[in-house]
């Protein structure tokens, strides 16, 4: 059976979380480095503009509080499946940030459910 993306179980979707991965990493700092070369290392001014405005800070908090609940369940999910370096998500979102970070943990996710007996989960189970 296939999904709309690719194969619905295994690791067809791998390649795809690691493309959006590799965007997510790249794409980001496309914007942020001309901004940096400008202003300077001013990590003062950077965090003052996330809050600058209104919309500027309710993208801002919706950024944090969603990457906060992904690495919470990130947490539970790697440990529950015994992936190794648990830390990872952690370490993409202060180097590259939650896009970069989500689809980089699905990746891992995926091979990890791959290698379990019966190669999937139970969403996929059904």
């Not at 979102?93 to 139970?122: K, V």
């Amino acid at each position: 059976m296939t999904g709309v993306i690719g194969p619905a179980r295994g690791q067809g979707l791998v390649p795809v979380y690691l493309g959006i991965a590799l965007a997510g990493a790249i794409i980001p700092y496309l914007i942020i480095l001309p901004w940096f070369a400008a202003h300077g290392p001013s990590w003062t001014a950077f965090f003052s503009l996330l809050f600058a405005t209104r919309p500027a800070a309710m993208f801002s908090v919706d950024v944090l509080i969603s990457a906060t609940v992904f690495l919470l369940w990130a947490d539970i999910e790697a440990r529950r499946l015994g992936m190794r370096a648990p830390w990872q998500p952690l370490a993409a979102i202060l180097l590259a940030g939650h896009c970069c970070a989500l689809p980089l943990f699905l990746a891992r996710r995926e091979r990890a459910l791959a290698q379990m007996p019966g190669g999937t989960d139970e969403a996929n189970a059904a």
